[in-house]
């Protein structure tokens, strides 16, 4: 639900987020080889680049939307048929970003110098590479099953917040349906067959890894294409993980330069405040006031983001 939002409302909101995001100082920091981030730091940065307009979302309503997201990239990393599909997913979320701002040359031309920088930077890694990517990211969210409805409806998600992996479908490009053996020269030997409950298909064709192109590949376009209400709900299994991870509070002995990195990277995110006859917008995810504040509220305290807020000026 948004107060009094318009076209209008909508268009600044995403120019504002997408120009924020795609800053050239803040695209320069994620492109440098570093580790992976904390889940901290992570939704630190998301929570910026969120608020990175007029429209503002309270806490609840933050807690949900990044449920939300991280729930929905766990998924398109998990089914991605191969490794290096995972760049594929990526250029549909970016072809998405594009279609958003396609009048605006300049913002497009940010979100195309980012394009061209992952083509640069991944396009030439090797199949072991892209694989140690993936579960990297799959360590990452490993113990997040939080439910989704709209993956619970389309039966890809259990009741325990974990996904279903299919048995039927394409094979990926460049596999086929038979097992191949070979010798220690490289030199295929034996080919056969095998059975299973699945129905397997090889694909028409590869997605396309250029500026523009069919990438073929449906993960991390719009699941919302169809209108349906969507909620997030925790599951018990969250709640035994998150508790757990109580065991595992340590602190970080990288803690401080991470942080001080964070705020490094952070110093270029324009942060825009409403001002003078402005009011900004609010944000709601939830059907009513009283249904937010009561998740806010019901919202179990271990499952909770400490966000930590960094002064990044002068």
């Not at 709601?284 to 509220?297: C, P």
Request: overall charge negative; glycine content about 4%.
């Amino acid at each position: 639900r948004v107060d009094e939002w318009t076209d209008v409302d909508r268009k600044r909101v995403m120019n504002d987020i997408i120009t924020t995001m795609f800053n050239k100082k803040f695209m320069e920091e994620l492109f440098k080889p570093q580790e992976l981030y904390s889940k901290k730091a992570l939704r630190t940065v998301y929570d910026r680049l969120a608020h990175a307009s007029i429209m503002r979302l309270n806490q609840a309503s933050m807690d949900k939307l990044y449920d939300l997201m991280t729930m929905a990239f766990k998924y398109q990393v998990l089914l991605c048929p191969r490794p290096k599909d995972i760049l594929l997913v990526t250029f549909n979320h970016l072809d998405a970003i594009k279609d958003f701002v396609h009048d605006s040359p300049g913002i497009l031309n940010q979100v195309d110098e980012t394009f061209r920088q992952l083509i640069e930077t991944y396009s030439c890694l090797s199949a072991g590479e892209f694989q140690l990517i993936r579960q990297t990211l799959l360590i990452f969210f490993q113990d997040m099953h939080i439910r989704v409805s709209i993956f619970l409806k389309d039966k890809v998600q259990n009741s325990n917040g974990r996904f279903v992996l299919p048995i039927s479908g394409p094979v990926p490009w460049d596999n086929d349906l038979f097992l191949r053996m070979f010798n220690r020269n490289g030199d295929e030997v034996k080919r056969t067959e095998f059975t299973t409950d699945g129905n397997y298909v090889t694909p028409q064709r590869e997605g396309s890894f250029e500026l523009y192109g069919d990438r073929v590949l449906k993960l991390g376009t719009n699941m919302y294409s169809v209108s349906r209400p969507v909620e997030t709900h925790m599951s018990g299994s969250s709640k035994n993980v998150a508790s757990r991870a109580k065991e595992n509070i340590a602190p970080n002995p990288l803690a401080k330069e991470e942080l001080n990195f964070l705020a490094r990277l952070l110093g270029g995110l324009e942060i825009k405040e409403p001002g003078g006859s402005e009011t900004g917008f609010r944000l709601n995810l939830f059907t009513t006031d009283d249904e937010e504040e009561h998740a806010a509220l019901t919202r179990p305290e271990e499952l909770s983001y400490k966000v930590i807020n960094i002064e990044a000026t002068q």
